[in-house]
């Protein structure tokens, strides 16, 4: 292909060969045609990589990228370098479809005053508005999980991608697509267009990470910092406390750690927390904030024992109403 087009769009690939043929015809079927699909397939070891060649010789606006399994993060950066010289970046999960029109819709949106358009998804429990904000509001609602943070339903102007913006450890599988966004954010000189169209069809895998993946106090200290250091400092003051109420979800891991290993006044992790917290005024009233402020055997055991009496309440309650609903 002589001109490069507006968008490309990418695919990673891995062991999805029972929906990927779905998820390339749906690209393929856009009523916007100015685009070319980058086939990233992930040293994925069943029939995948055969599937992405028996299309691209077929259609001349696909390209295959076959690599040594190196996880999401760096077939999206492979895949991103291979389109080097297109405008616009959409991704694609290779499970996952798009409705007709979603490049079109999201296209319509991308003008000279916008670096990201986002677009919404039909399993989507948000309901987006017709809005512009800048990249600090963009980098609090993703960390609040008011807009998705995945990659996906979105529209990125190729200039924002750097060495930087895929720069995380192979393992770090699970919170990768909120640091790409963060970055991305903070590399944005125009505002971003969050429009309320659904522009992807989002597929629920069962062995999927997002069902699978289980957090660790190492693995969650790594995604604070992680997410801390795609912040610059002139934007922490704002930013900073939709990061902390994120990192709060797991108030309970932490906490129990430091009750189980008894070292409660030798742990950097929480030390670097509570500084964080003091530092850009994050003083919210709450349980879980308590724990972690006033951190001690005492307030670790008063709250563990809150969130494990909560946690039972909430099961009970599930299996109750599942009984109630139960048919005959």
Not at 35 to 46: E, T
Not at 70 to 78: E, F, I, N
Not at 188 to 206: E, F, N, Q
Not at 216 to 229: A, C, F, H, N, V
Request: some cysteine.
């Amino acid at each position: 292909m002589d001109r490069q087009p507006k968008i490309a769009v990418i695919v990673p690939v891995y062991k999805v060969e029972a929906f990927l043929p779905e998820c390339i015809e749906s690209i393929l079927a856009q009523t916007f045609s100015d685009f070319c699909v980058v086939l990233v397939d992930d040293g994925s070891p069943d029939n995948c990589g055969s599937i992405c060649d028996e299309y691209a010789s077929k259609d001349p606006r696909i390209t295959v990228v076959h690599q040594v399994n190196g996880g999401v993060t760096k077939a999206r950066a492979v895949g991103v370098a291979t389109a080097v010289k297109t405008d616009y970046i959409a991704f694609v999960d290779s499970d996952d479809s798009l409705p007709p029109t979603a490049l079109a819709d999201l296209y319509a949106q991308m003008d000279d005053r916008y670096d990201i358009v986002v677009g919404s998804y039909d399993r989507n429990p948000k309901q987006y508005v017709d809005e512009e904000i800048d990249k600090a509001i963009f980098a609090q609602r993703i960390l609040s999980s008011d807009i998705n943070s995945a990659p996906y339903s979105k529209l990125f102007r190729r200039e924002l991608f750097n060495e930087e913006t895929f720069n995380t450890p192979r393992e770090f599988v699970m919170g990768e697509d909120l640091i790409m966004n963060l970055r991305l954010a903070f590399a944005c000189t125009r505002s971003i267009k969050v429009m309320p169209r659904c522009v992807y069809h989002y597929r629920d895998v069962a062995t999927g990470v997002m069902n699978t993946f289980k957090y660790t106090l190492p693995y969650l200290e790594q995604s604070y910092k992680l997410k801390r250091g795609a912040i610059p400092e002139e934007h922490r003051m704002q930013c900073m406390p939709a990061c902390f109420r994120n990192i709060m979800l797991f108030t309970h891991l932490i906490v129990g750690h430091y009750w189980h290993e008894r070292c409660w006044d030798r742990i950097d992790f929480h030390t670097l927390l509570i500084d964080d917290m003091k530092r850009y005024g994050f003083r919210p009233l709450s349980m879980e904030f308590v724990a972690l402020q006033f951190a001690n055997p005492v307030a670790g055991a008063v709250y563990l024992a809150y969130y494990r009496t909560v946690r039972i309440l909430k099961d009970l309650k599930k299996r109750l109403m599942t009984k109630t609903t139960r048919k005959p």
